[in-house]
């Protein structure tokens, strides 16, 4: 009886031992879901899409290119270029 007791708070100890790490892990991926009250949201400016991998960023961090008169905005270099060979084929 008393191996049994024993047994059963030896479980319990190590299933509140790992919830607990499992719940830590999960708090450092995700990260705070909501806005604290006591510090503001910090405002980006206006969001713009990235046309080749279809991701949206702000506009201060975009880069860009022009063709046509029309403004086109990527997330990175490799993006910017990838647009580029691709519609300079088209034009040509």
């Known amino acids: 009886m008393i191996r049994r007791l024993l047994f059963l708070v030896f479980a319990v100890g ?12 999960m708090q450092q991926t995700q990260g705070p879901r909501i806005a604290h009250p006591d510090q503001p949201v910090r405002d980006l400016g206006p969001m713009v899409r990235d046309h080749v991998c279809n991701t949206f960023l702000p506009k201060s961090r ?31």
């Open 14 to 25: 190590a299933l509140m031992w790992w919830m607990r790490k499992l719940t830590r892990r």
């Open 62 to 92: 975009a880069l860009t290119a022009r063709l046509d008169s029309d403004e086109h905005y990527f997330c990175s270099e490799e993006c910017r270029q990838k647009f580029l060979a691709e519609h300079t084929v088209h034009s040509a």
